[in-house]
Protein backbone atom coordinates (compact mmCIF):
# COMPACT_ATOMS: atom_id res chain seq x y z
CA UNK A 1 0.00 0.00 0.00
CA UNK A 2 1.54 3.25 -1.16
CA UNK A 3 2.47 5.60 2.31
CA UNK A 4 3.30 9.26 2.28
CA UNK A 5 5.60 9.94 4.88
CA UNK A 6 6.46 13.91 5.91
CA UNK A 7 7.87 15.82 9.11
CA UNK A 8 5.45 18.30 10.31
CA UNK A 9 5.41 20.65 13.48
CA UNK A 10 3.98 17.91 15.94
CA UNK A 11 6.54 15.09 14.60
CA UNK A 12 6.07 12.33 11.72
CA UNK A 13 2.87 11.92 9.44
CA UNK A 14 1.48 9.18 7.61
CA UNK A 15 -0.91 9.78 4.48
CA UNK A 16 -2.64 6.84 3.03
CA UNK A 17 -3.50 8.03 -0.86
CA UNK A 18 -6.21 4.72 -0.91
CA UNK A 19 -8.04 6.03 1.80
CA UNK A 20 -7.70 9.74 1.88
CA UNK A 21 -6.21 9.66 5.53
CA UNK A 22 -3.62 11.34 7.25
CA UNK A 23 -2.66 10.29 11.26
CA UNK A 24 0.57 11.14 13.10
CA UNK A 25 2.62 8.56 13.28
CA UNK A 26 3.09 7.50 17.48
CA UNK A 27 5.52 4.49 17.27
CA UNK A 28 8.93 3.43 15.96
CA UNK A 29 10.05 0.55 15.70
CA UNK A 30 13.45 1.14 14.61
CA UNK A 31 15.29 4.48 15.25
CA UNK A 32 16.35 5.46 11.99
CA UNK A 33 12.67 4.81 10.92
CA UNK A 34 12.81 2.54 7.65
CA UNK A 35 13.31 -1.52 7.98
CA UNK A 36 10.33 -1.70 11.02
CA UNK A 37 7.38 -1.52 11.66
CA UNK A 38 5.40 2.09 12.65
CA UNK A 39 2.16 2.94 14.30
CA UNK A 40 -0.30 5.08 13.24
CA UNK A 41 -2.78 7.15 16.13
CA UNK A 42 -5.31 5.21 14.65
CA UNK A 43 -4.00 2.01 14.85
CA UNK A 44 -2.87 0.55 11.67
CA UNK A 45 0.87 -0.80 11.22
CA UNK A 46 3.11 -0.42 8.48
CA UNK A 47 6.32 -2.21 8.04
CA UNK A 48 8.09 0.05 5.83
CA UNK A 49 10.82 -0.16 3.11
CA UNK A 50 14.72 -0.70 4.25
CA UNK A 51 15.59 2.37 2.79
CA UNK A 52 18.94 4.71 3.66
CA UNK A 53 19.20 6.73 7.24
CA UNK A 54 19.16 9.86 5.29
CA UNK A 55 16.20 9.44 3.27
CA UNK A 56 14.88 12.97 2.88
CA UNK A 57 10.65 13.66 3.89
CA UNK A 58 8.70 13.80 2.31
CA UNK A 59 8.68 10.28 -0.15
CA UNK A 60 5.94 7.96 -0.96
CA UNK A 61 6.92 4.75 -0.36
CA UNK A 62 5.20 0.91 -0.68
CA UNK A 63 4.43 -0.72 2.74
CA UNK A 64 3.14 -3.29 4.33
CA UNK A 65 0.51 -3.38 6.50
CA UNK A 66 0.09 -5.73 9.01
CA UNK A 67 -2.67 -4.91 11.55
CA UNK A 68 -5.97 -2.41 11.72
CA UNK A 69 -6.89 -2.11 14.82
CA UNK A 70 -10.26 -0.16 13.93
Do not use: H
Not at 1 to 23: F, H, N, Q, W
Request: glycine share 8%; with cysteine; hydrophobic share 40%.
Amino acid sequence: MKLMIRRTGAGLSAYVPKKDLEEPIIQIENECLWGGAVTLRNGWRFVLPDLPRDTRLPITVEARKISDAE
